[in-house]
């Protein structure tokens, strides 16, 4: 029976992916999951595309060492910008955040106007333009660098987030863009400030993150991967496996990532990638 | 005549050293320099001590291997994490930047307490509360996470940084540290906020910054490594040559780098540390 649960992998530069997994765990829980996060080497958003891939190609093949069958690239950053070059050095499928993303934009807009935020690299990529600009939309792209260490910070609820969200947010619906009616979220770490973004955002606008239909694609490609076990009450009677690995600080993984997946951490292992 | 000259290499893990270079220039201007930054794996401040020590004990060996005769880690969290390390590794002599930081604040203090601000990890560390102490002084410690991306954003005149200075020094001048005075600036970034946090440090106040006497002690190693040539006067005529490596990408090098040096980054040189 174990064997045919699946094993899913998951990716991200940090913690920001657990905000990924938490949805996973909602739409798909009987299947089991190794989550990678390269707190090493955190984070991604500022570097270049050779650095982002070169990392997030030996996430990869690490998670693939521990039995995936099944890659998320849980961080916009690197669905961004090396995803072509993950799907190439992989031998499973793989599934990144920001087609997903794209997709659930495309279904909530009426005006046909989206405004992204992400990293300075995710959005330097415009991964998002693209994928939005496929489906007809128009899209203004918005770095925020400043949003993910003020979510590290813990200040998700801070005057001092609010004001920076405002300026960040105030340029973004501005020229021609005051009217977007959807604003993606197109970074992982973004989801934890929500609440202050609802506030912040000018009322007539939808928030989108890809968390939710990221998890909603991998379980439309588990259907075709794996089809449903024999008896599939007994499957689903089975609750998550998680695994965890991280290229820094056990400890610190365990005391942050909670924040972003929303119940303890228990099992931790610390990777060396051998740099 | 070019044999005489010596080399200094310098390492961060990635602008902020360039304080500290600046600093170098202006103190031994007849000098090779050699400055490697990390900038591929940036930001040091929220990793482990391991991971720290690993990577910045293969920046001292590659700027060895570039003809470096004394080390500068120009980066407190490298220092306060890993300088016995990098000793222990090199070939050549090592100087810190908190050793020089405590000695100009144990001269610039007069009611022997002390403030002292920094990354994550060099806070946790008690490197600069353990050197002040040897000292005879009382030091508070306070991380400030925020202030080096408030900084690489470029908002080091900003009305958000003003507002976060203040409660993070606000948090640090109080229960018993009030009348500190001396704030040592314990990260190569903050140099570039000096103006903001004068306004906002209260008024009694010396900051130290560790660039400066850091290079008098450089000079002063320099002095007893390599005497003065035959013809001194020929030597300092020389202008300073600069090489400068880094791991991420070189464009993003020049540009945010020549913030922190005060003049333009002409020669960058990519390096792949094969990880």
Redesign the interface.
């Known amino acids: 029976m174990t064997a045919r649960r699946p094993i899913i992998g998951v990716f991200d530069s940090g913690f920001g992916g657990l905000t990924v997994l938490k949805a996973l765990l909602e739409v798909i829980p009987d299947a089991d999951y190794a989550y990678f996060g390269d ?4 984070p991604y958003g ?3 595309v050779d ?1 982002v891939a ?2 997030a190609v ?1 996430a990869a093949h690490y998670l693939e060492s521990h039995g995936a069958q099944l890659l998320v690239i849980a961080c916009n950053t690197a669905t961004a910008l090396a995803l072509d070059r993950i799907t190439q050095a992989a031998h499973v499928p793989v599934v990144g955040v920001v087609e997903p993303g794209a997709e659930t934009a495309a279904a909530a807009t009426k005006n046909r106007k989206i405004v992204v935020i992400g990293t300075e690299a995710t959005i330097s990529s415009h991964a998002y333009r693209k994928a939005l600009e496929m489906r007809g939309l128009e899209a203004r792209e918005k770095a925020c ?2 949003l ?3 979510v ?2 813990g200040w998700v609820e801070h ?2 987030t609010e ?2 969200a405002r ?1 960040y947010l105030g340029e973004a619906f501005a020229d021609g863009f005051a009217d977007a009616d959807v604003l993606v979220l197109g970074c992982t770490h973004y989801p934890l400030l929500k609440p202050l973004l609802h506030r912040v955002a000018p009322s007539h606008v939808n928030i989108v993150d890809s968390a939710e239909s990221t998890a909603r694609t991998v379980a439309g490609h588990l259907q075709e991967l794996l089809p449903p076990a024999g008896n599939p009450k007994d499957e689903r009677r089975a609750v998550a496996r998680l695994k965890f690995f991280a ?3 056990v400890e ?1 993984f365990r005391r942050l990532g909670q924040r972003f997946l929303g119940h303890e951490i228990a099992d931790v292992l610390h990777v060396d ?3």
């Open positions: 707190t090493a080497r955190l500022s570097k270049s650095t070169r990392y030996e660098p400043l993910v260490p003020l590290e910070e005057g001092v004001q920076v300026i290229t820094d600080s610190k990638l051998k740099e």
